[in-house]
DNA sequence: CTTGTCTATGCAACTCGTTGCATAGCAGGA
DNA sequence: TCCTGCTATGCAACGAGTTGCATAGACAAG
């Protein structure tokens, strides 16, 4: 499993909380990583016991305290070890997929709006997308020589823009199909 | 969860075994569902208690006996509901931008290698999907008016071939990326 | 004649991930 | 004042998915 080494990774760009790394898990990290808050505050003490993070109690005012987590020796020595292990290619889970070819034994023309439901929220995330590009990496405002780190995530978020553009342009394929079918049916 | 509903999809297209349904797993469903055989064994008899699926014992010379099913009028009626209930656009699970993210507080040219496998397996895919569409869409063999049933496959399929080429385009981006920083590192 | 491979099914144990619920302080609006 | 919403953490139960192992007949290669 590799929440952990997501876990590791993130708090290496910033150490934080468990309430903080679920909230980057809604953004950033769950582009391609994703992960509710009691998945992670369970692995985060798992980690914690077996030392490949530290703890450092931050009382705070007008909140309650938190917990801020930073990565040790022991979890930057295991994020090394996985990142030099080979990982397989992901296995793919597409709902969507499934429902359209269920869709030749119903009325295909049922999925038209289901199938627009999901070109909007997909639209949206390019949209989200290319907001942060501007915002970190070539906008105005970005650095004019960006380090390794700041690369690395331009070229991760570039997968997830050229990911998001491909599935725009499928789902119009696919709604030209629906269509198609309507007419003919 | 809609192993359920693939499993249904799968035998509507094709009454067929526990063993080869996992077969299918491993290719045409399996570009977009994946599945073991044991999960697949588990959730056909609660499909088969449920009412959803009938067996049929069909004894076999020169291999061992096998259980054949096929979809029953239940499980038509629970594939047609799920299919008119809205799903939510996938969560993702890509352990190689974790790793690309990561490589930021390591050694990113380790990755190179790394990321050229993940290149040949997913050029591989593109052409074993390519040679699918050419057999059964766009080839001489191919259907000249094809039915709702096919198009539907066809554009599942077409959907693969796209994501396969996005991922490949990607990956250049990203080995372009480390190149680049080995160079500069 | 033994070893390996393919079809075919399944159990048991485990880990991973989700859902529902609980607590608790503080802030802002009706 | 009460209700809603946000930060912040956590338990308990369940369901989904993986891994290892077991069985068993038939065939092919060595």
Same mark, same amino acid.
């Given at each position: 499993m590799a929440l952990e080494h997501a876990i590791l990774v993130s708090l290496l760009e910033k150490p934080g909380s468990g309430y903080e790394l679920a909230r980057r898990f809604e953004r950033s990290i769950g582009y391609f990583w994703t992960a509710t808050h009691q998945q992670i505050y369970r692995v985060l003490k798992r980690m914690e016991s077996d030392g490949w993070v530290d703890v450092r109690e931050v009382p705070q005012q007008a909140r309650p305290d938190k917990k801020e987590y930073s990565v040790a020796a022991l979890g930057r020595t295991a994020l090394s070890g996985w990142l030099h292990e080979p990982i397989e290619p992901e296995s793919v889970r597409h709902d969507l997929a499934v429902k359209i070819r269920g869709a030749a034994f119903d !009325? #295909? &023309? &049922?999925l038209i709006r289901e199938v627009e439901r999901h070109h909007r929220t997909h639209t949206d995330r390019l949209a989200h997308y290319l907001a942060g590009e501007r915002r !970190?990496?070539?906008? #105005?405002? $970005? #650095? $004019?020589a960006p380090d390794a780190g700041q690369q690395l995530q331009h070229v991760v978020l570039r997968g997830g823009i050229a990911y998001e553009r491909m599935t725009i342009a499928w789902l119009e394929d696919v709604l030209a199909t629906l269509h198609r079918l309507r007419g003919e049916g």
């Open positions: !009325d #295909p &023309a &049922a !970190d990496f070539t906008g #105005p405002e $970005a #650095p $004019a």
